[in-house]
């Protein structure tokens, strides 16, 4: 393997990275990319068919033990199995493991720590977002915030635009606020 060192202006830095989180990429994962697509394109390079891998399952007792060893072959792997050297195959090339699309509720609502976002509602308004808690931070009026797409978002046709506020009231009292983002068609217009 080499490493290639190269000097970018700011501009194409910034393009480079923004390129490649539409990607659902690392910047270094999608400048290799384009680098084997120019070369192929160029004929001066041609990609060698995937080796056949193997792969061993080891069952283990809770103390560690081994009890019970098999060898899989790539096209016989457990489900299980499978989806563990997908995603990691995925990560090894610098791609987020696949996953169905995930609505803006799901990725946002709670963070990995099960704690919400809560918002500070004074006079009937918004007057800020907080970050992630595991409760309400003090005694003011502070609500929940929910987060949800505009419509079912899928990421390979898909942006998510800046997100909208809207405080929703039951009966007069401040229940929540639901954070909308607008989802649209990838087009350059909202590259």
């Not at 809560?118 to 308004?125: G, K, R």
């Not at 977002?129 to 003011?140: C, F, H, T």
């Not at 009966?171 to 989802?183: A, E, H, L, N, Q």
């Amino acid at each position: 393997m080499t490493i290639f060192q190269m000097r970018l202006p700011s501009e194409l830095s910034e393009a480079i990275s923004a390129a490649a989180r539409a990607r659902r990429m690392t910047a270094s994962a999608w400048l290799r990319q384009a680098a084997v697509t120019m070369a192929t394109l160029e004929g001066t390079f041609r990609s060698e068919p995937p080796r056949r891998r193997r792969f061993v399952g080891v069952t283990c007792l809770e103390d560690g033990t081994p009890i019970d060893v098999q060898d899989f072959d790539e096209d016989n792997l457990p489900p299980i199995i499978k989806a563990y050297v997908e995603s990691n195959d995925a990560m090894d090339e610098g791609t987020l493991p696949a996953a169905p699309s995930r609505s803006a509720g799901e990725l946002s609502d709670r963070d990995e720590n099960g704690h919400q976002r809560w918002a500070l509602i004074e006079d009937d308004q918004i007057k800020a977002i907080g970050g992630y808690l595991a409760a309400k931070p003090d005694d003011r009026m502070w609500v929940p915030v929910v987060h949800e797409d505009s419509e079912p978002f899928d990421a390979a046709t898909h942006w998510r635009l800046k997100p909208h506020y809207t405080l929703v009231d039951v009966y007069g009292t401040p229940d929540r606020v639901i954070c909308t983002y607008p989802v649209v068609l990838k087009s350059m217009e909202h590259a």
